[in-house]
C-alpha cells in the first residue's frame, strides 16, 4: 500500500488508539504493525478472526488474554548452543506455559462455536512437567532461583545467610566495645565494596586495625573491616562465588530444557501475540460501536457506507455526524463541492480510513449494512505539503501527488483526492483537474475529489460515471451540517460568510456585481433546490415521527391486548379450577351419602344430579371455544369412556346434539365430548389423568424478554422454562436483545445454575446473533 496515503490519513495515529486496548506491549505492538493488504480472501479471515473475538467478549466481557512476557529475543538465544537465559527470562517462560494454559481453557470448550479462536488455543504448547519444572526453580516476584532449584543451592544460601549473621553480629560487638574517644555515634554495621565493615574516627586507625575501604565525604570517618572480620568474610565470599556456579549451573541446566522446545514456544508466544491483537481490535469494535462491512465486487455491487464516523474524531468530546455514502454500478468518481470548514476534507480522509481499517482486519466504524471493496491500492492527496528546505510549493507538492496516482491507479483502487485544481490560476486549475477526473474515471478508479471549482460540477453531464455532491448547509445560521447530499453539487457561500464576518457593504456590492448571469442563476437554483429539499426532509422527519407514534401505539395496544388475554385465560383457568374442586367434593358426598344410608342416597343423587348437570354445563360453555374441534368426536352407545373433568369412569348412552349422554354409577350426566377419553387409550394416559388436572399448560419454543428489568426476566424465565420441560420441548429460545447486556448476562447466570438446563448459547446469524440465547433442555 501506498505509505504516503496512509500517512495523509494518519492511519498510524488511529493505530496507536486501537494498541492501548491491548493487554501487553508485544500485543500493542503487533497492532501497530497492522497494514492493509490487497488480498480480499486474507481480508476476509482477518475480519472473521475479529467477528468472532468479538462474539467471544459480548459472551464473557470479563475474559482477556494473560500479560504476554518480552521474550522473542530470549527465544532467538535458543538456537545458539550453549546460550544461557537469566532468572528473568526464565520467569518469561513459564508465565508463557501458564498463559497458554489459561488461554486453553478458557477457548477450547468453545471450540465448535469459536473455531478460529479455538484453533489458535488448540495449537499452544501444553508442557505441565516443564511448568512445574519453572514453577518449583524460579520465583516470580523478585526473578531469582529459589532455594528449592537444587539442594547444593539450598545448602549454599543456609550457610550464606548463617556466616552473614555471625559476620553482623561479631561486627556490632566490636562497635559496641569501641572507645568513645574513636566511636561513630549511632553507628551500624554497613557493606563497603562488597566487605561489612564498621565506622570508626579517622584517629583511631591505628587502634582498630584491618583494612579500609572507604571514608566519608568529611574524611572523618573511616569504613574498617577489622582484623577479627577478615576471615569471616573471605568465607563468605567463597560460599557466593560456589552459590553463582551453582546458579549458573541451573540457569544453563533449565535452558537445555528449553532449547528442544524452542520452535513451540516461539508459534505459542506467536499464538498469543495475535489473539492479545484480536482482543484489542475486538474491544475497540464494541467500545465504538464498530460492525463488519460486506466485502462486495464495486463493479457488480457498488460501494455502501452507513452511519460512518471518523475514527479520529470518535475519540474527542465533540459531537459526530455520521455519513451515510452509497456509489451504484456504474458510478465511480464523486466530485464534492461546498464551502470551507464544511466537511469535504474529513470526509474522504473518514472513506480512506474505513478501506485502511478494513484491508488491516480492523471493524471500522460504519454501522450494519455497509459493503465496501477490496481496493489493490489506496492513494491520496490530502493537505498542504509545502516545503522550503525542498523548494517545494503547494501546488508543486499535490501535482507529485497526483502524478503517482496517474502512474499507479489501476480499476480496484481508490483515490483521495483534495482541493482538486486549487493553489494555482483557477483556469489552468480547472483543465488540469478536468483531465485527471476524466482520466480516472475512464479506468473505472472509485475517486473521491474535493474542489471549489464551479466549473467541474458540469463534468457529470459528460461522463456517466461522475456524480456530483455537496455538503449541506445552513444558510440561515451559516454552519454546516456534515450531511453528504449526492446527485447536487454544493455551494461554496464566500459571498454570505464575507457578510457575517463583517466585509463593508460596498466591497460585497462590487464582488456580486462581478458575477455572470450564469453564475447567479447558478447560484439562485442550487438555493432553490436547497430549500426544496429542506422542506422535503422536514416532511420526511415528520412523517416518519407520526410513523414511529403509529408504532408506539400499535405496541401499546397489543400489550394491552396481550395482558388481557392473558387475564382471561388465568380467569378461566380459574374458574375451572373451582369447578373441578367443587365437583370432586360432591362425588364424595354422594358416595358418603350412598354408604350411609340408600333413600337418602337416592335424594343425594337427584340433588346432586341436578347440580352436576349445572357445572357440567358451566364446564361445557367454559370450553366451547377450545374444544370446538373435539365437539364431533364419535361416541357410540355402550363405549367405555373416562371423564376427565370428574375423573370417574363412565358408559355413553346416546349421542343428544353436540353432547354425549353419560352413565357413571348410576347417574346419567349430558357433557361436552371434550371432557370426555376412549377407555381404551393407553392406561398411561388415563393415569396422567387422573394424577394431574390442572390449568392448560402454556408452552412456547420461544419467550420474548425484551423491555423488561432483570428480575422480571427471570421469573418470566422461569415460568417458561417449567411449561417448556412439562410440555416436552427440547429447546427454548430467549429474546433478550443486544442492548446493555443486562438481560443477556441475567439469561445466562440462571442457565448456568438450573441444572435442567443441558447448554446454552448465542444464536447464530439467522436466529437473532447475540440478541438472542438458546436454551439446551434435558
Not at 486474507?42 to 494473560?66: G, Y
Not at 427454548?732 to 443486544?738: A, E, P, Q, Y
Amino acid at each position: 500500500m501506498n505509505q504516503h496515503a496512509l500517512d495523509a490519513l494518519e492511519f498510524e495515529r488511529v493505530l496507536e488508539i486501537i494498541a492501548g486496548y491491548a493487554t501487553s506491549e508485544p500485543g500493542a505492538e503487533a497492532v501497530r504493525a497492522l497494514r492493509p493488504v490487497p488480498d480480499g480472501a486474507a481480508v476476509a479471515a482477518a475480519l472473521d478472526e475479529v467477528d468472532e473475538m468479538v462474539s467471544w467478549l459480548i459472551r464473557d466481557e470479563s475474559w482477556a488474554p494473560p500479560v504476554i512476557p518480552e521474550i522473542a529475543g530470549a527465544l532467538d538465544r535458543l538456537a545458539v548452543e550453549g546460550s544461557v537465559w537469566t532468572e528473568g527470562e526464565l520467569v518469561g517462560a513459564l508465565r508463557l506455559l501458564r498463559g497458554a494454559r489459561d488461554v486453553r481453557r478458557a477457548l477450547l470448550p468453545q471450540a465448535s462455536q469459536l473455531t478460529r479462536l479455538g484453533g489458535l488455543a488448540d495449537g499452544l504448547l501444553k508442557d505441565e512437567q516443564l511448568q512445574k519444572l519453572l514453577q518449583e526453580s524460579v520465583d516470580e516476584d523478585n526473578e531469582t532461583l529459589k532455594d528449592s532449584a537444587s539442594a547444593e543451592l539450598k545448602r549454599l544460601r543456609r550457610s550464606i545467610r548463617s556466616v552473614r549473621s555471625d559476620l553482623v553480629r561479631t561486627l556490632e560487638s566490636l562497635a559496641r566495645a569501641l572507645p568513645e574517644r574513636i566511636a561513630v555515634s549511632d553507628a551500624s554495621v554497613t557493606i563497603r565494596n562488597g566487605r561489612y565493615c564498621i565506622p570508626i574516627r579517622r584517629e583511631g586507625r591505628s587502634d582498630v586495625g584491618g583494612i579500609v575501604h572507604d571514608e566519608s565525604a568529611s574524611r572523618a570517618t573511616l569504613f574498617v573491616e577489622p582484623p577479627a572480620a577478615i576471615e569471616p568474610m573471605n568465607h563468605l565470599r567463597e560460599l557466593h562465588i560456589s552459590e553463582t556456579r551453582e546458579v549458573e549451573r541451573i540457569l544453563k541446566e533449565l535452558t537445555d530444557r528449553l532449547r528442544p522446545r524452542a520452535a513451540e514456544l516461539t508459534d505459542t508466544l506467536e499464538r498469543l501475540v495475535k489473539l492479545d491483537s484480536l482482543f484489542a481490535r475486538g474491544r475497540y469494535a464494541l467500545k465504538r460501536g464498530c460492525s463488519r462491512p460486506q466485502l462486495v465486487d464495486r463493479e457488480g455491487q457498488g460501494y455502501r457506507v452507513v452511519h460512518g464516523r471518523h475514527p479520529l474524531l470518535l475519540e474527542t468530546s465533540e459531537p459526530l455526524v455520521p455519513f451515510d455514502l452509497l456509489m451504484n454500478p456504474g458510478e465511480h468518481t464523486i466530485l464534492v463541492t461546498g464551502p470551507n470548514a464544511g466537511g469535504k476534507t474529513v470526509l474522504i480522509k473518514a472513506v480512506g480510513l474505513v478501506a485502511t481499517m478494513t484491508q488491516s482486519g480492523i471493524l471500522p466504524p460504519v454501522g450494519p449494512g455497509s459493503a465496501v471493496p477490496v481496493f489493490s491500492g489506496i492513494f491520496a492527496d490530502i493537505g498542504d505539503e509545502q516545503s522550503i528546505e525542498a523548494s517545494l510549493s503547494t501546488f508543486t507538492a499535490h501535482l507529485r501527488n497526483i502524478q503517482v496516482i496517474l502512474e499507479e491507479a489501476v480499476p480496484d483502487s481508490l483515490c483521495l483526492i483534495d482541493e482538486i485544481g486549487g493553489a494555482t490560476d483557477p483556469v489552468e486549475g480547472t483543465a488540469l483537474a478536468r483531465a485527471v477526473l476524466l482520466e480516472l474515471a475512464d479506468r473505472n478508479c472509485m475517486t473521491l475529489a474535493t474542489s471549489h471549482l464551479g466549473e467541474l460540477n458540469s463534468l457529470s453531464a459528460e461522463h456517466p460515471g461522475i456524480v456530483n455532491a455537496g455538503l449541506a448547509f445552513d444558510a440561515e445560521r451559516m454552519q454546516p451540517l456534515y450531511r453528504l447530499i449526492k446527485g447536487r453539487p454544493g455551494r461554496s457561500y464566500a459571498l454570505a460568510m464575507a457578510r457575517r464576518v463583517g466585509f463593508p457593504e460596498a466591497v460585497l456590492e462590487v464582488a456580486t456585481a462581478a458575477l455572470s448571469q450564469d453564475d447567479v442563476d447558478t447560484a439562485r437554483l442550487l438555493a432553490d433546490l436547497e430549500t426544496k429539499e429542506a422542506e422535503l426532509d422536514e416532511r420526511i422527519a415528520a412523517l416518519e415521527r407520526k410513523e414511529r407514534e403509529l408504532s408506539q401505539r400499535t405496541e401499546s395496544l397489543e400489550r394491552d391486548q396481550e395482558e388481557l388475554e392473558e387475564r382471561r385465560r388465568e380467569l378461566e383457568i380459574e374458574a375451572h379450577r373451582k369447578a373441578r374442586e367443587y365437583l370432586l367434593e360432591a362425588r364424595k358426598k354422594l358416595d358418603e351419602a350412598m354408604k350411609a344410608d340408600r333413600e337418602v342416597a337416592r335424594e343425594a343423587r337427584r340433588e346432586l344430579e341436578a347440580r352436576l348437570r349445572d357445572h357440567a354445563q358451566a364446564l361445557r360453555e367454559a370450553d366451547e371455544g377450545r374444544v370446538a374441534d373435539e365437539r364431533t368426536a364419535d361416541f357410540e352407545s355402550g363405549d367405555l369412556v373416562w371423564i376427565t373433568s370428574l375423573e370417574r369412569e363412565g358408559r355413553v348412552v346416546e349421542r343428544r346434539g353436540p353432547d354425549v349422554v353419560v352413565e357413571m354409577g348410576g347417574v346419567k350426566l349430558q357433557l361436552a365430548p371434550g371432557v370426555l377419553k376412549r377407555r381404551g387409550e393407553p392406561q398411561r394416559a388415563r393415569e396422567s389423568a387422573a394424577l394431574f388436572s390442572g390449568p392448560e399448560i402454556d408452552a412456547r419454543p420461544e419467550i420474548d424478554l425484551r423491555g423488561l428489568l432483570a428480575d422480571e426476566a427471570r421469573l418470566e424465565l422461569i415460568r417458561a422454562l417449567d411449561a417448556a420441560l412439562q410440555a416436552g420441548l427440547a429447546e427454548l429460545r430467549v429474546i433478550h436483545g443486544k442492548g446493555t447486556g443486562v438481560l443477556r448476562e441475567t439469561v445466562a447466570e440462571h442457565a448456568r445454575s438450573d441444572r435442567r438446563i443441558k447448554s446454552h448459547r448465542l444464536g447464530a446469524a439467522w436466529e437473532g446473533g447475540s440478541g438472542v440465547t438458546v436454551l439446551e433442555l434435558e
